[in-house]
């Protein structure tokens, strides 16, 4: 299976894990059964989040350090950079 093709299923279970979880609040089920769906879309996000990163290290990042353009080296590094800081807060 394609990498953007396993986003895109993930990305889709997200989305109905949220509705199931919009659902359980509504009908105001335990809160812990909520919470373990949050954590099961969180956990399907960081998926998602990381099969973005390979792909874009394995792509537009190899790619950029193939041409020895320095300028163009370090923004990438910086928004590597800035979307780990993101990661971390």
Same mark, same amino acid.
């Given at each position: %299976?394609?990498?953007?093709?396993? $986003? #895109?299923?993930?990305?889709?279970k ?9 659902? %359980? *609040?509504e !009908?105001? !089920?335990? @809160?812990?059964?909520? %919470?373990?769906?949050? *954590? #099961?879309?969180? /956990? $399907?996000?960081?998926?998602?989040h990381?099969?973005? %990163?390979?792909?874009?290290?394995? +792509? @537009?990042?190899?790619e950029?350090?193939? +041409? ?6 370090e !923004? *990438?590094? /910086?928004?590597? *950079? ?8």
């Open positions: %299976m394609e990498d953007r093709e396993r $986003l #895109a299923i993930n990305l889709r997200v989305r109905s894990l949220v509705e199931r979880i919009e659902r %359980m *609040l !009908e105001d !089920e335990y @809160c812990p059964k909520i %919470m373990q769906q949050v *954590l #099961a879309s969180i /956990g $399907l996000l960081r998926s998602v990381k099969g973005l %990163m390979i792909r874009h290290l394995k +792509t @537009c990042f190899v950029a350090a193939k +041409t020895g353009d320095k300028k163009k080296q !923004e *990438l590094i /910086g928004e590597i *950079l800035k979307v780990i800081d993101l990661y971390n807060k």
